[in-house]
């Protein structure tokens, strides 16, 4: 066989070479150059993001157990830039509370690893490839949500989450078993051909849904979103909120859009009911959260369920509209993120009323947290608007315009609690606001990134059209 | 193929086990033993690969290899929580469940 | 830049420069230079408009159209015909007017000019927009920044009115969006591609089951934010609570969207669900009417006198909309002009009591027609134009609602019709028992005596809504004509 | 013939209103004063020269004076329904032209001495020359719209006069009072005009009251409850005039006017403003008449009669000269009224019309120099009330001879103004409708005691002791009263009838003797009880008050139409209607939507136990999911 047909997998073997550099470094480099392997790491990754962009054609390899096209490469990008921009986020944090124990080259290792993982799984050609990228993406953030071995919030975290997803995945590999029981097979093109509703593959398709409505953290496989990212390390929580979320929406809309087209009668209502009880629980639950974080997680379980309204309808339109709407989340979720990283890195304050009178000492961050939250809510003119606005619309072209009234109901309520924290930032006055502060260059240069990915990807029309043409190779 | 046991009485016993393991999960106070039981869950559904792999679809050996795959990767997840486990033990010297409830609601 | 685009461009600029300046005065030079230069663009506007019209005879003239987002046919899309004409200049005038008021901004006062500025560009893209989308996108953008400028510049009660004001009118505009949404889907009935342009979709007979589920819808969504009972509650505590620049753009342009989305999206698209439903909210606007001018006649809040007056006299903009006829839409576009300048200055006013004695409790206050002659004889005037005097602009507005809605067949009209009129004394009785109470009599209190003379600003913000206000009462007749002619389209199309 | 110059008779105080309003601070008080009258008596000049040519430079077509209109479109409503703005020249509005002028120079020249130092002496001219400006608008209105506007004009100028001192919270209120009962009234005017332009098809005065156009022939073709439409319209908007006219139920403002500066009162509440009404019906004349057999008119004729009979017995009792006054001008705007509405329409039939009109020219005149002669009686003792006078014929010859001409005139003495045309009066009513006869007989005698009452209350009785001693007015205050005197005089000699009249022809009008020595025999009687009550002081007031009682109290109190007015306002409105409306929004309105964000909050609170930190309680919540959605979608929800 002649090995070109390996550059189907450019990005992950140059994830996977990067990974290895990082090992090696991390024993050939000097103690006292330590702090350099951070921008080391962060140089490199920016090269894979940036040779991410040339484009890979489509194929199989691996009897089709790896499959690869302009969407699925695109997507990958999408978290590529996801994690970059994470990276520069978390740098600091990295430089001060990490690498002074020696410890960060483990966290780039088990980051990358776990990304690895994520384009195994979105590329997967079959269920075993699934399954692989799917713990492969996994295991590696339980180890990195405990990574803070010091504090214990942390090992909790970790710790429900490995048995949360031990216990997600042993599920979903029981759907998965019965699933290979009604067709017969554990590849994907296989089973689309033969699939038929019966009992028992419907109880698979559910099984198997529950597996990764759990990493999407629907409800009611939601629970240990919060307790996670409250106890994970800031960089952590939004990596798992954007990035694994982001992989395993993706994963899902595939699995579901092509395999399992066929029983679309059944899942289209399990989504129509997930949907709205993922929307009203979670912020439901956003409402009295004090904590940024798991206010945070909370508003993402909310999202979560908008991004259903675009499932729903299984087609290109479906598609486009939920991958543009991830591609915007990443961004204001990130800049979120950011700026609580930031704060926190800074002032060690964590909770909504610390933030009081925000405005007043620090503008810029309080204007990029309003900007964030305000697209998270979906206001105008900023991009989230646009994302949910084009879901709405995808909703109501199959007719479901119930469901979009209820989501729109969803939306005000959240709109009361993202205003609740600009309140605390721009309405309050405090008596002990944080004080100062500026930030060094790699948190500056990433949240004037999401920044600018906030305002831009609203607006500027040409990459909605774009996803749109790439939609049509699902 | 064994003589006499046809796939539904392995099937009932596999379901039998995941629900065990799913029991366990629930009901024990002790870290380790949950992640025992989520063994079980693992190994029930490593049993359904093989048993319908063998009954149903003897010419290819798809459900064997996940099987296997899924034996390897369960010890990767076992040994990372029993790590994680004991990194907690040493901060608060217990691995009980009601120990780890500080975030809620 | 086409004309129109103008609008939106030019507050984007002075925004930008507001972000370089430091400290009030900068601030306010900039904003009231970006005013001067919105209303100059508005007054050309007029004549541009006439000069159009007259070799132009289509339903909007300056129309300009670039594809925004193909794949839902999304344009950003923009015309004006009379009615927009108007708005635009009342916007542009409530604007430089409420930059004046707020001359003596001390707090933020860079972000409060730039939040004035962002509701303004919202404002003036809703009236300019002919595509569903981008009025959407405008209508909240206008929205948002209330929320911050009463929540951070506002008295009294500012964070929970703030909240409920943005929350309410937000879930309208949600439901506004199920009912666009809906316009949307059902805008290729007889063939043809979905389309979000609203005088596309008027030449579509949208089947009347579907008119008759998404008007309800549409129409809420809109009415809300001119107070339609029992949707109204967000708005006297809004305007308590807000500073007075922002109650005057609040009252006198934001509430004026809604009147103007009923008109251009409710009634021109689904006239039939109109129809089926004009009973209904018709019901709703006269109590709206009456109970507005009732509830006005026990407050003894300034604002919540002037919040409550607005209830009714939207209300009555409600109506006239929805009685469906050229006379009494003539009348609604002319009273919403009339209130607009009307409560603007009413607010402006009542900042500048408050501002000097500290309290808005009409019983605290008395005699001040003795001590701060000027702002007390305006406000008698601005009072007798809301209570339709002849002369100001308030009576021609409502004479047109009158002659019209009475030119219906139907008793139940007329009934209402009848009501409604009836609500004129109402008006005048709370008008003059608050200027009795607070401008005449003695002079209740020692330490209003010797109140700061009115300012030159002051004076300026004055005059600039004054003036159209006796302008309109004085000669009517070009507007109206001006807005006459261009209902003609619309009404056809009703009818 | 063209009038279009008489456009300038408004003009020009409306320029002088706007000098004077907005350079209010600039100019210096004494040449206010100057520039108001001096506007006035231009007006006054071009009014009279348009007199002199209507009448008798020849604007007579065949025997039958023409109407003159110039009129340009203000506002359109529909294709047909428009409001125009312009003059209409018309026997009844030239004779108005006069009153108005007149009695407005008269009382510029007046207030010059009377509000001499008063601090807002600009301010008052610019009023009166906003009220001048007005009325000749109203007067030469060519259609119910322009009217109307012009009537509202009036109204608030009413409403800043009445309201001129404005730190006296009685002013105050009385000016409010005032506005708001005639904005009630207008209220049925302006449903009236509704009706009257949706029904008829245009506002124009023309067009409605030709006796053969369709607007008057086709009453017949609407009917409402039993009525023609029209004749709903019609009474609506005789509603409007009620309330400007003070006739029942809606006198009662016209009384506290009475708290303005008296100049207003004799120039607003005595001579022009409250005529309007009259001037209205009088206006829609031949639509009163033809329309369903003069249906409207006859509502017309008795609520004049009743208005008149109530007046004159209050004014019996009442001690404040002012009210006194006020209350004999509702009564006499009864009569006025009366008079209308007992008219025919052509020729000596129109005698009631014709009647009317004189009436309210020689009483325009009388009245308002009784008013001015009490005004510089008040300007003497700084009193209202008679108990505070006495004996002031010594101090103010002057004032007391005028008054006693006034008072004369109003209780219709040969050969004084109010005599003639007050007979005329009597006539037609005689004519028409024998009861409305006797009622006007005796209100005839009323007013004479009434007015005799309070002239020897004034002037004879026993010298009060004053603080400092009252003296005669200065001149330009006394000119205006002997003016005024010299009209009442020679008023009635003017030869009327032949230039009003219904049908516009004119006829010659004959005195009826017999009718005329019942009139004046029973003034007579009413002058000599006054004379023998009040000439000299003695008791015998108090007794025959005694003697009356509960009647005499009830008089006293007006009837006790405030009282009911205000339970209805203050108790009904206030507290039955506006009260709880506040309360209904506070607490349900707004409380719903409350309770909504509440609940919402609430609910988050309850539910938030589910998130209870236990990992297995999540695992358990995760397979229940699984299992409940499994039983769901394989056994209740498939469809397929």
Request: net charge neutral; glycine share 8%.
């Given at each position: 066989?002649?090995?070109?047909?390996?550059?189907?997998?450019?990005?992950?073997i140059?994830?996977?070479?990067?990974?290895l550099?990082?090992?090696?470094?991390?024993?050939?480099?000097?103690?006292?150059?330590?702090?350099?392997i951070?921008?080391?790491?962060?140089?490199?990754?920016?090269?894979?993001?940036?040779?991410?962009?040339?484009?890979?054609?489509?194929?199989?390899?691996?009897?089709?157990?790896?499959?690869?096209?302009?969407?699925?490469?695109?997507?990958?990008?999408?978290?590529?830039?996801?994690?970059?921009?994470?990276?520069?986020?978390?740098?600091?944090?990295?430089?001060?509370?990490?690498?002074?124990?020696?410890?960060?080259?483990?966290?780039?290792?088990?980051?990358?690893?776990?990304?690895?993982?994520?384009?195994?799984?979105?590329?997967?050609?079959?269920?075993?490839?699934?399954?692989?990228?799917?713990?492969?993406?996994?295991?590696?953030?339980?180890?990195?949500?405990a990574?803070?071995?010091t504090?214990?919030?942390?090992s909790?975290?970790?710790?429900?989450?490995?048995?949360?997803?031990?216990?997600?995945?042993?599920?979903?590999?029981?759907?998965?078993?019965?699933?290979?029981?009604?067709?017969?097979?554990?590849?994907?093109?296989?089973?689309?051909?033969?699939?038929?509703?019966?009992?028992?593959?419907?109880?698979?398709?559910?099984?198997?849904?529950?597996?990764?409505?759990?990493?999407?953290?629907?409800?009611?496989?939601?629970f240990?979103?919060?307790?996670?990212?409250?106890?994970?390390?800031?960089?952590?929580?939004?990596?798992?909120?954007?990035?694994s979320?982001?992989a395993?929406?993706?994963?899902?809309?595939?699995?579901?859009?092509?395999?399992?087209?066929?029983?679309?009668?059944?899942?289209?209502?399990l989504?129509?009911?997930?949907?709205?009880?993922?929307?009203?629980?979670?912020?439901?639950f956003?409402?009295?959260?004090?904590?940024?974080?798991?206010?945070?997680?909370?508003?993402s379980?909310?999202?979560?369920?908008?991004?259903?309204?675009?499932f729903?309808?299984?087609?290109?339109?479906?598609?486009?509209?939920?991958?543009?709407?991830?591609?915007i989340y990443?961004?204001?979720?990130l800049?979120?993120?950011?700026?609580?990283?930031?704060?926190s890195l800074?002032?060690?304050?964590?909770?909504?009323?610390?933030?009081?009178?925000l405005?007043?000492?620090?503008?810029?961050?309080?204007?990029?947290?309003?900007l964030?939250?305000?697209s998270?809510?979906?206001?105008?003119?900023?991009?989230g608007?646009?994302?949910?606005?084009?879901?709405?619309?995808?909703?109501?072209s199959?007719?479901?315009?119930?469901?979009?009234?209820?989501?729109?109901?969803?939306?005000?309520?959240?709109?009361?609690?993202?205003?609740?924290?600009?309140?605390?930032m721009?309405?309050?006055?405090?008596?002990?606001?944080?004080?100062?502060?500026?930030?060094?260059?790699?948190?500056?240069?990433?949240?004037?990134?999401?920044?600018?990915?906030?305002?831009?990807?609203?607006?500027?029309?040409?990459?909605?059209d774009?996803?749109?043409?790439?939609?049509?190779?699902? | 193929?064994?003589?006499?046991?046809?796939?539904?009485e392995?099937?009932t016993?596999?379901?039998i086990?995941?629900?065990?393991g799913?029991?366990?999960?629930?009901?024990r106070?002790?870290?380790?033993?949950?992640?025992?039981?989520?063994?079980?869950?693992?190994?029930a559904?490593?049993?359904?690969?093989?048993?319908?792999?063998?009954?149903?679809?003897p010419?290819?050996?798809?459900?064997?290899?996940?099987?296997?795959?899924?034996?390897?990767?369960?010890?990767?997840?076992?040994?990372?929580?029993?790590?994680?486990?004991?990194?907690?033990?040493?901060?608060?010297?217990?691995?009980?469940?009601?120990?780890?409830?500080?975030?809620?609601? | 830049?086409?004309?129109?685009?103008?609008?939106?461009?030019?507050?984007?600029?002075?925004?930008?420069?507001l972000?370089?300046?430091?400290?009030?005065?900068?601030?306010?030079?900039?904003?009231?230079?970006?005013?001067?230069?919105?209303?100059?663009?508005a007054?050309?506007?007029?004549?541009?408009?006439?000069?159009?019209?007259?070799?132009?005879?289509?339903?909007?003239?300056?129309?300009?159209?670039?594809?925004?987002y193909e794949?839902?046919?999304?344009?950003?899309?923009?015309?004006?015909?009379?009615?927009s004409?108007?708005?635009l200049?009342?916007?542009?005038?409530?604007v430089?007017?409420?930059?004046?008021?707020?001359?003596?901004?001390?707090?933020?006062?860079?972000?409060?000019?730039?939040?004035?500025?962002?509701?303004?560009?919202?404002?003036?893209?809703?009236?300019?927009?002919?595509?569903?989308?981008?009025?959407?996108?405008?209508f909240?953008?206008?929205v948002?920044p209330?929320?911050l400028?009463?929540?951070?510049?506002?008295t009294g009660?500012k964070?929970?009115?703030?909240?409920?004001?943005?929350?309410?009118?937000?879930?309208?505009?949600?439901?506004?969006?199920?009912g666009?949404?809906?316009?949307?889907?059902?805008?290729?009935?007889?063939?043809?591609?979905?389309?979000?342009?609203?005088?596309?979709?008027?030449?579509v007979?949208?089947?009347?089951?579907?008119q008759?589920?998404?008007?309800?819808?549409?129409?809420?969504?809109?009415?809300?934010?001119?107070?339609?009972?029992?949707?109204h509650?967000?708005?006297?505590?809004?305007?308590?609570?807000?500073?007075?620049?922002?109650?005057?753009?609040?009252?006198g342009?934001?509430?004026k969207?809604?009147?103007?989305?009923?008109?251009?999206?409710?009634?021109?698209?689904?006239?039939?669900g109109?129809l089926?439903?004009?009973?209904?909210f018709?019901?709703?606007?006269?109590?709206?009417?009456?109970?507005?001018?009732?509830?006005?006649?026990?407050?003894?809040?300034?604002k919540?006198?002037?919040?409550?007056?607005?209830?009714?006299?939207?209300?009555?903009v409600?109506?006239?909309?929805?009685?469906?006829?050229?006379?009494?839409?003539?009348?609604?576009?002319l009273?919403?002009l009339?209130?607009?300048?009307m409560?603007?200055l009413?607010?402006?006013?009542?900042?500048?009591?408050?501002?000097?004695?500290?309290?808005?409790?009409?019983?605290?206050?008395?005699?001040?027609?003795?001590?701060?002659?000027?702002?007390?004889?305006?406000?008698?005037?601005?009072?007798?134009?809301s209570?339709?005097?002849?002369?100001?602009?308030?009576f021609?507005a409502?004479?047109?609602?009158f002659?019209?809605?009475?030119?219906h067949?139907?008793?139940?009209?007329r009934?209402?019709?009848?009501?409604?009129?009836?609500?004129?004394?109402?008006?005048?009785?709370?008008?003059?028992?608050?200027?009795?109470?607070?401008?005449?009599?003695?002079?209740?209190?020692?330490?209003y005596?010797?109140?700061?003379?009115?300012?030159?600003?002051e004076?300026?913000?004055?005059?600039?809504?004054?003036?159209?206000?006796?302008?309109?009462?004085?000669?009517?007749?070009?507007?109206s004509?001006?807005?006459?002619?261009?209902?003609?389209?619309?009404?056809?199309?009703?009818l | 013939?063209?009038?279009?110059?008489?456009?300038?008779?408004?003009?020009?105080?409306?320029?002088?209103f706007?000098l004077?309003?907005?350079?209010?601070?600039?100019?210096?008080?004494?040449?206010?004063g100057?520039?108001?009258?001096?506007?006035?008596?231009?007006?006054?000049?071009?009014?009279?020269?348009a007199?002199?040519?209507?009448?008798?430079?020849?604007?007579?077509?065949?025997?039958?004076?023409?109407?003159?209109?110039?009129?340009?479109?203000?506002?359109?409503?529909?294709?047909?329904?428009?409001?125009d703005?312009?003059?209409l020249?018309?026997?009844?509005?030239?004779?108005?032209?006069?009153?108005?002028?007149?009695?407005?120079?008269?009382?510029?020249?007046?207030?010059?001495?009377?509000?001499?130092?008063?601090?807002?002496?600009?301010?008052?001219?610019?009023?009166?020359?906003?009220?001048?400006f007005?009325?000749?608008?109203?007067?030469?209105?060519?259609?119910?719209?322009?009217?109307?506007?012009?009537?509202?004009?009036?109204?608030?100028s009413?409403?800043?006069?009445?309201?001129y001192?404005?730190?006296?919270?009685?002013?105050?209120?009385?000016?409010?009072?005032?506005?708001i009962?005639?904005r009630f009234?207008?209220?049925?005017?302006?449903?009236?005009?509704?009706?009257?332009?949706?029904?008829?098809?245009?506002?124009?005065?023309?067009?409605?009251n030709?006796?053969?156009?369709?607007?008057?022939?086709?009453?017949?073709?609407?009917?409402?409850?039993?009525?023609?439409?029209?004749?709903?319209?019609?009474?609506?908007?005789?509603?409007?005039g009620?309330?400007?006219?003070?006739?029942?139920?809606?006198?009662?403002?016209?009384?506290?006017?009475?708290?303005?500066?008296?100049?207003?009162?004799?120039?607003?509440?005595?001579?022009t403003?409250?005529?309007?009404?009259?001037?209205?019906?009088?206006?829609l004349?031949?639509?009163?008449?033809?329309?369903?057999?003069?249906?409207?008119?006859?509502?017309v004729?008795?609520v004049?009669?009743?208005?008149?009979?109530?007046?004159?017995?209050?004014?019996?009792?009442?001690?404040d000269?002012?009210?006194?006054?006020?209350?004999?001008?509702?009564?006499?705007?009864?009569?006025?009224?009366?008079?209308?509405g007992?008219?025919?329409?052509?020729?000596?039939?129109?005698?009631?019309?014709?009647?009317?009109?004189?009436?309210?020219?020689?009483?325009?005149?009388?009245?308002?120099?009784?008013?001015?002669?009490?005004?510089?009686?008040?300007?003497?003792?700084?009193?209202?009330?008679?108990?505070?006078?006495?004996?002031l014929?010594?101090?103010m010859?002057?004032?007391?001879?005028t008054?006693?001409?006034?008072?004369?005139?109003?209780?219709?003495?040969?050969?004084?103004?109010?005599?003639?045309?007050?007979?005329?009066?009597?006539?037609?009513?005689?004519?028409?409708?024998?009861?409305?006869?006797?009622?006007?007989?005796l209100?005839?005698?009323?007013?004479?005691?009434?007015?005799?009452?309070?002239?020897f209350?004034?002037?004879?009785?026993?010298d009060?002791?004053?603080?400092?001693?009252?003296?005669e007015?200065?001149?330009?205050?006394?000119?205006?009263?002997l003016?005024?005197?010299?009209?009442s005089?020679?008023?009635?000699?003017?030869?009327?009838s032949?230039?009003?009249?219904?049908?516009?022809?004119?006829?010659?009008a004959?005195?009826?003797?017999?009718?005329?020595?019942?009139?004046?025999?029973?003034?007579?009687?009413?002058?000599?009880?006054?004379?023998?009550?009040?000439?000299?002081?003695?008791?015998?007031?108090?007794?025959?008050?005694?003697?009356?009682?509960?009647?005499?109290?009830?008089?006293?109190?007006?009837?006790?139409?405030?009282e009911?007015?205000?339970?209805?306002?203050?108790?009904?409105?206030?507290?039955?209607?506006?009260?709880?409306?506040?309360?209904?929004?506070?607490?349900?309105?707004?409380?719903?939507?409350?309770?909504?964000?509440?609940?919402?909050?609430?609910?988050?609170?309850?539910?938030?136990?589910?998130?209870?930190?236990?990992?297995?309680?999540?695992?358990?919540?995760?397979i229940?999911?699984?299992?409940?959605l499994?039983?769901?979608?394989?056994?209740?929800?498939?469809?397929?």
């Amino acid at each position: 066989m002649d090995f070109s047909s390996f550059l189907l997998m450019r990005q992950e073997i140059l994830l996977l070479a990067i990974t290895l550099l990082l090992i090696l470094t991390e024993i050939f480099i000097p103690q006292n150059k330590k702090s350099s392997i951070v921008h080391l790491a962060i140089f490199l990754f920016g090269i894979h993001t940036i040779v991410g962009f040339f484009a890979i054609e489509e194929g199989n390899i691996f009897g089709g157990m790896f499959h690869t096209n302009d969407l699925v490469h695109f997507f990958k990008n999408v978290l590529n830039i996801g994690v970059l921009i994470l990276l520069l986020q978390s740098a600091d944090w990295l430089q001060e509370k990490i690498v002074i124990h020696n410890r960060g080259t483990e966290f780039f290792v088990l980051m990358f690893a776990s990304l690895l993982g994520m384009y195994f799984m979105i590329s997967a050609g079959d269920f075993l490839m699934f399954y692989l990228g799917l713990e492969l993406s996994t295991l590696p953030i339980a180890a990195l949500a405990a990574y803070e071995t010091t504090k214990r919030i942390s090992s909790e975290a970790g710790i429900k989450l490995i048995l949360s997803a031990a216990l997600a995945s042993g599920v979903s590999l029981f759907g998965i078993s019965m699933l290979y029981a009604t067709t017969g097979s554990i590849y994907f093109n296989d089973i689309t051909e033969v699939i038929t509703a019966t009992n028992l593959s419907i109880l698979g398709l559910i099984l198997f849904f529950a597996g990764l409505a759990f990493k999407i953290s629907l409800v009611p496989f939601h629970f240990w979103t919060a307790d996670v990212y409250e106890g994970a390390p800031i960089s952590i929580a939004s990596y798992l909120s954007v990035i694994s979320k982001g992989a395993a929406v993706f994963i899902l809309m595939i699995l579901l859009f092509t395999v399992l087209k066929p029983l679309m009668f059944i899942w289209e209502n399990l989504v129509y009911v997930i949907a709205i009880a993922t929307m009203f629980i979670g912020n439901l639950f956003a409402l009295r959260q004090q904590n940024m974080k798991r206010f945070l997680a909370f508003s993402s379980i909310a999202q979560a369920g908008f991004i259903l309204l675009g499932f729903i309808i299984g087609n290109q339109l479906g598609a486009a509209t939920v991958v543009y709407f991830v591609l915007i989340y990443v961004f204001s979720n990130l800049a979120a993120f950011g700026v609580v990283q930031a704060i926190s890195l800074e002032t060690g304050k964590e909770n909504i009323n610390d933030y009081e009178g925000l405005y007043r000492t620090n503008p810029k961050l309080s204007l990029v947290m309003m900007l964030a939250l305000f697209s998270l809510a979906g206001i105008p003119p900023v991009a989230g608007f646009f994302g949910k606005f084009f879901l709405f619309i995808a909703a109501a072209s199959e007719g479901y315009y119930i469901l979009v009234f209820i989501a729109v109901v969803n939306v005000t309520i959240s709109l009361y609690y993202y205003l609740l924290v600009v309140r605390a930032m721009f309405l309050r006055k405090s008596d002990n606001p944080i004080p100062f502060f500026k930030n060094k260059l790699y948190m500056r240069l990433g949240l004037i990134i999401t920044v600018l990915g906030i305002l831009i990807l609203g607006l500027y029309n040409p990459i909605y059209d774009y996803i749109f043409e790439l939609s049509g190779n699902l | 193929m064994i003589e006499g046991i046809s796939i539904y009485e392995i099937l009932t016993l596999t379901s039998i086990l995941f629900f065990i393991g799913v029991y366990g999960f629930i009901t024990r106070k002790n870290l380790i033993s949950i992640l025992i039981s989520v063994e079980l869950i693992l190994n029930a559904s490593v049993v359904n690969f093989v048993v319908i792999n063998k009954y149903l679809y003897p010419d290819m050996l798809q459900g064997v290899f996940f099987s296997i795959f899924i034996i390897a990767v369960a010890a990767a997840e076992t040994a990372l929580a029993i790590s994680i486990i004991i990194n907690l033990y040493r901060q608060i010297s217990s691995v009980e469940v009601k120990d780890i409830e500080t975030m809620k609601y | 830049m086409d004309i129109l685009s103008l609008f939106i461009t030019v507050p984007i600029i002075t925004i930008l420069a507001l972000v370089f300046t430091k400290g009030l005065k900068q601030a306010r030079i900039v904003s009231m230079v970006g005013g001067v230069i919105q209303l100059i663009m508005a007054i050309n506007l007029v004549f541009a408009y006439f000069k159009e019209k007259a070799v132009n005879d289509a339903i909007m003239v300056f129309t300009r159209d670039v594809v925004w987002y193909e794949h839902f046919n999304i344009h950003y899309s923009i015309g004006v015909d009379g009615v927009s004409v108007a708005l635009l200049l009342l916007t542009a005038i409530v604007v430089l007017a409420g930059v004046f008021i707020s001359w003596k901004m001390n707090d933020l006062p860079k972000e409060f000019f730039i939040s004035l500025i962002v509701l303004s560009i919202g404002v003036y893209g809703f009236f300019i927009s002919i595509d569903l989308f981008t009025l959407f996108v405008f209508f909240e953008i206008a929205v948002i920044p209330m929320y911050l400028l009463i929540g951070i510049w506002g008295t009294g009660p500012k964070e929970y009115s703030a909240m409920k004001l943005t929350l309410m009118l937000m879930g309208a505009s949600a439901v506004l969006l199920v009912g666009i949404l809906g316009i949307y889907f059902n805008s290729n009935a007889d063939g043809g591609a979905l389309t979000f342009n609203i005088l596309e979709i008027a030449q579509v007979n949208i089947p009347f089951e579907v008119q008759k589920i998404f008007f309800p819808l549409v129409f809420i969504g809109f009415a809300v934010i001119s107070a339609l009972f029992p949707f109204h509650t967000w708005s006297p505590d809004g305007h308590a609570s807000a500073p007075t620049a922002v109650s005057m753009l609040h009252a006198g342009v934001l509430m004026k969207l809604g009147g103007y989305g009923v008109f251009r999206v409710a009634m021109y698209l689904l006239p039939e669900g109109a129809l089926h439903w004009s009973w209904f909210f018709i019901i709703l606007a006269v109590i709206g009417v009456i109970y507005g001018a009732f509830a006005a006649l026990k407050q003894t809040d300034l604002k919540y006198i002037n919040a409550y007056s607005s209830v009714s006299h939207l209300g009555l903009v409600l109506f006239a909309l929805l009685m469906l006829n050229k006379t009494s839409w003539n009348g609604a576009i002319l009273q919403s002009l009339s209130h607009g300048f009307m409560t603007a200055l009413f607010f402006a006013l009542i900042g500048m009591i408050y501002s000097r004695t500290q309290t808005r409790d009409i019983y605290k206050l008395g005699g001040l027609l003795k001590v701060i002659p000027f702002i007390s004889v305006i406000y008698v005037i601005v009072g007798l134009a809301s209570l339709g005097l002849p002369g100001l602009s308030g009576f021609v507005a409502e004479m047109n609602i009158f002659v019209g809605a009475f030119q219906h067949e139907d008793m139940f009209y007329r009934v209402s019709t009848i009501i409604v009129v009836s609500a004129i004394v109402v008006t005048a009785v709370y008008i003059l028992r608050a200027a009795g109470i607070m401008l005449m009599g003695p002079v209740k209190n020692e330490a209003y005596l010797n109140l700061p003379k009115v300012t030159w600003y002051e004076k300026t913000g004055i005059l600039l809504l004054l003036i159209p206000i006796v302008g309109m009462g004085v000669a009517p007749l070009w507007l109206s004509d001006m807005i006459l002619e261009s209902l003609q389209p619309f009404i056809q199309a009703v009818l | 013939m063209d009038f279009s110059y008489t456009i300038l008779i408004p003009l020009i105080p409306l320029a002088v209103f706007l000098l004077l309003g907005i350079f209010n601070q600039k100019i210096k008080p004494a040449v206010s004063g100057y520039i108001g009258v001096f506007g006035l008596l231009t007006s006054a000049i071009i009014s009279f020269y348009a007199a002199y040519q209507y009448f008798f430079v020849s604007s007579k077509v065949d025997g039958v004076y023409q109407t003159f209109v110039e009129k340009t479109v203000w506002m359109n409503f529909t294709d047909t329904l428009r409001i125009d703005m312009g003059i209409l020249i018309d026997p009844i509005s030239v004779m108005m032209l006069i009153v108005v002028s007149v009695v407005s120079l008269m009382v510029h020249i007046y207030s010059r001495g009377y509000m001499k130092d008063d601090d807002g002496y600009t301010k008052f001219f610019a009023f009166l020359s906003l009220f001048t400006f007005s009325m000749y608008g109203l007067v030469l209105a060519t259609n119910l719209f322009q009217i109307y506007i012009f009537w509202e004009l009036v109204g608030v100028s009413s409403y800043l006069l009445i309201g001129y001192y404005y730190t006296k919270p009685s002013a105050v209120a009385a000016a409010k009072k005032a506005f708001i009962v005639t904005r009630f009234a207008d209220l049925g005017f302006l449903i009236g005009i509704l009706i009257m332009g949706y029904y008829t098809g245009t506002f124009d005065f023309e067009a409605l009251n030709n006796p053969e156009g369709s607007a008057i022939l086709n009453w017949a073709s609407t009917s409402f409850m039993g009525l023609s439409a029209i004749t709903w319209a019609l009474i609506l908007i005789f509603i409007g005039g009620a309330g400007k006219s003070a006739m029942l139920p809606f006198h009662i403002w016209l009384p506290d006017a009475m708290e303005g500066p008296t100049p207003v009162s004799a120039l607003i509440h005595a001579a022009t403003m409250v005529v309007a009404g009259i001037y209205l019906v009088a206006r829609l004349f031949p639509m009163f008449y033809f329309v369903e057999e003069g249906f409207a008119l006859n509502i017309v004729a008795y609520v004049g009669a009743i208005s008149s009979l109530f007046a004159a017995i209050i004014a019996i009792t009442q001690t404040d000269i002012k009210r006194v006054l006020a209350f004999s001008t509702m009564s006499q705007l009864g009569y006025m009224m009366m008079s209308l509405g007992v008219s025919g329409y052509d020729g000596h039939e129109g005698v009631g019309y014709m009647a009317s009109m004189f009436h309210l020219f020689t009483h325009a005149m009388f009245k308002a120099l009784l008013f001015l002669g009490a005004g510089s009686v008040i300007h003497a003792v700084h009193s209202n009330y008679l108990k505070d006078m006495g004996g002031l014929r010594k101090y103010m010859p002057i004032t007391n001879i005028t008054f006693l001409i006034a008072a004369l005139a109003i209780a219709g003495m040969p050969p004084f103004a109010g005599f003639w045309s007050k007979d005329e009066i009597l006539v037609a009513a005689f004519e028409h409708n024998q009861l409305i006869y006797y009622v006007g007989v005796l209100v005839a005698g009323l007013t004479a005691f009434y007015m005799f009452r309070i002239y020897f209350g004034i002037f004879w009785g026993k010298d009060k002791t004053y603080e400092h001693t009252p003296k005669e007015s200065p001149f330009s205050m006394t000119f205006p009263l002997l003016v005024l005197a010299l009209l009442s005089i020679v008023g009635g000699f003017i030869p009327f009838s032949e230039f009003v009249s219904a049908d516009k022809a004119g006829f010659v009008a004959h005195l009826n003797y017999p009718l005329a020595a019942i009139a004046v025999g029973i003034g007579l009687t009413g002058i000599i009880l006054a004379w023998v009550f009040y000439k000299k002081e003695n008791n015998l007031a108090d007794k025959w008050a005694n003697a009356f009682g509960t009647f005499y109290k009830w008089s006293y109190h007006k009837f006790y139409f405030d009282e009911v007015y205000l339970f209805i306002t203050k108790k009904i409105l206030f507290k039955r209607v506006a009260a709880p409306i506040a309360w209904f929004d506070k607490k349900v309105v707004d409380g719903t939507m409350e309770g909504i964000g509440n609940k919402t909050v609430l609910a988050s609170e309850k539910i938030k136990g589910m998130q209870s930190g236990r990992v297995q309680d999540y695992a358990f919540a995760f397979i229940g999911g699984v299992v409940v959605l499994a039983i769901v979608f394989i056994y209740l929800w498939t469809n397929n």
